[in-house]
Nanobody, 123 residues
């Protein structure tokens, strides 16, 4: 049973930083892509970033490229999302997700989801 558990969310001021973690368990993820999505109140869930577990190749949404960095720690089976220069528009619930194969940018492409962690950026 695959489990994804996010942590690290919280309240931060505009311009600040946060690092989200996603602890993955239940299988080996070498053939998987791990992704981060976010959902703001009243809006659809949107792609943020993804990483191919085996190669560490990454993909980013245009809105976060250059500010956010996705990475993974093989030994800890954990994926991270380092978020810098946070903006009020980054306020959302952030979800970790996993899918077999290459990165996807749509919700439907992902097989497993975490419960989400709230990020609030205040001005």
């Amino acid at each position: 049973q695959v489990q994804l558990v996010e942590s690290g969310g919280g309240l931060v001021q505009v311009g600040g930083s946060l690092r989200l973690s996603c602890a993955a368990s239940g299988r080996t993820f070498s053939g998987y892509t791990m992704g981060w999505f976010r959902q703001a109140p009243g809006k659809e869930r949107k792609f943020v970033a993804a990483i191919i577990w085996s190669t560490s190749s990454t993909r980013y949404a245009d809105s976060v490229r250059g500010r956010f960095t996705i990475s993974r720690d093989n030994a800890k089976n954990t994926v991270y999302l380092q978020m810098n220069s946070l903006e009020s528009e980054d306020t959302a619930v952030y979800y970790c997700a996993a899918k077999r194969g290459l990165p996807g940018m749509t919700m439907g492409a992902y097989d497993y989801w975490g419960q989400g962690t709230q990020v609030t950026v205040s001005s």
